[in-house]
């Protein structure tokens, strides 16, 4: 294996999961007597520019098929998230009806269309069809590819360059990060600004959230090695902002190395500086890794076996990726977690990866009346608590694994 950005060997060992199939290739039930394809799932890291990598890859369109069934809209907290990004955005860019914002990875419409109810022009890039008709039927323009070099060279001779590109928790999930990268410094106007989230892994590792892990996300990624592809793609790091969300993010804000400058804020610095001081560069820093992941597959494994044996009930609440990620690291199936719920008609009724568990709507829940609910994607621990906090009445606790196994009460509960 060679590094996807350098070109380096790759010998730094961050994380090894074992096989499992794509965390988002949900199944049906005529599937279930089909062979399912397993890969590896390992992390390794660059000693040269530290990227950290899955080592083991499927093609993207393998990937993010046509009925993908990740919609962002069914996280309220996530709306909110994005609506407050395009506020901020709108003012401190000075966007208008004569600016053009384009993003990256647009989903089902549900950034855009703050950007559009503001009268701002706005186009998404989505190369999945399921989310990208939902865009469409929110009026949002979505062109229907993967993003790249020569996508981005076609929409500028097109005459539309962007004055602001945004690509949220999709940098990760790119096989050619160059290529990606690369195609914002071509489709950016001059003056233009590019925005990325993604988890941050100095989080990632820290706190032991190893079902960030799956197939879908290439790259893990820090801000140094962040800078590293950047600077040779053509783009310029000038800010950079540390964000709770998915349990814990970086915003960076970019500019074309040969445009407008900008002068960088000294939190860019300061959080380069940071991440050498915990030693991001050294292969010390992932070496306790794998040991904590193993101890909360462990934790949750015992916690499941010993409620089955003292005729408690469990069920699981959202069909996340990362659920998947835990619960087939953990081997754990249908004997000990019947079924796991999710707001998303998308997955309703078809199984999850791996595991096989079903998937129902929450109406199932509430006739189930389990002891406890297992919160599968925990990032979301406070939205989906808040959601289900009715599971008091019959006394029933939530549950985290991650990253230690916690169980507690429904707000205003005992």
């Not at 009026?139 to 005459?159: C, H, N, S, W």
């Not at 592809?229 to 964000?243: K, N, R, T």
Request: charged residues 20%.
């Amino acid at each position: 294996m060679i590094c996807r950005h350098c070109g380096t060997p790759l010998t730094v060992p961050v994380l090894d999961l074992g096989r499992a199939p794509p965390s988002n290739a949900y199944r049906d039930a005529a599937d279930l007597a089909r062979p399912e394809p397993h890969l590896p799932l390992r992390l390794l890291a660059c000693d040269a520019c530290w990227l950290v990598q899955i080592a083991d890859d499927l093609p993207s369109d393998a990937l993010f098929a046509p009925d993908y069934a990740y919609f962002s809209s069914f996280s309220a907290s996530w709306l909110a998230h994005a609506e407050r990004f395009v506020a901020a955005a709108i003012a401190r860019f000075d966007l208008g009806p004569a600016s053009t914002v384009c993003e990256i990875a647009a989903n089902d419409g549900y950034l855009l269309q703050y950007v559009a109810r503001a009268g701002i022009p706005c186009f998404g890039v989505e190369p999945t069809a399921s989310t990208a008709a939902a865009a469409r039927a929110r009026g949002i323009e979505t062109v229907e590819a993967f993003f790249g070099r020569d996508l981005a060279r076609r929409l500028a001779a097109e005459g539309r360059s962007a004055d602001l590109m945004v690509a949220n928790n999709v940098l990760a999930h790119v096989p050619d990060i160059d290529d990606f990268v690369a195609g914002f410094a071509i489709l950016l106007k001059p003056a233009g600004v590019a925005s990325f989230e993604f988890p941050h892994l100095v989080r990632m590792v820290e706190e032991a959230q190893f079902d960030t892990a799956y197939h879908e996300h290439y790259s893990y990624l820090s801000l140094t090695a962040v800078a590293h592809v950047f600077a040779a793609c053509g783009l310029a790091i000038f800010d950079v902002e540390e964000l709770p969300t998915h349990g814990g993010s970086l915003r960076v804000f970019a500019r074309r190395s040969d445009g407008l400058a900008r002068p960088a804020s000294p939190a860019v610095a300061a959080l380069l500086a940071r991440e050498a001081a915990l030693g991001v560069t050294t292969p010390a820093f992932y070496s306790g890794f794998q040991a904590r992941a193993e101890t909360i597959r462990d934790a949750l494994r015992t916690f499941l076996e010993t409620a089955k044996a003292k005729g408690e009930t469990v069920a699981a609440y959202g069909a996340a990726a990362k659920g998947n990620t835990l619960l087939n690291f953990a081997g754990i199936g249908p004997d000990l977690l019947p079924f796991v719920v999710d707001r998303n008609p998308a997955k309703q009724g078809r199984f999850l990866p791996g595991s096989h568990i079903p998937v129902r709507d929450e109406a199932a829940l509430w006739a189930a009346r389990p002891d406890h609910v297992l919160i599968l994607p925990w990032n979301l621990r406070d939205e989906i608590a808040g959601q289900l906090a009715g599971i008091a009445a019959w006394g029933g606790r939530f549950v985290v694994a991650v990253p230690e196994l916690r169980v507690f009460a429904p707000p205003g509960g005992a």
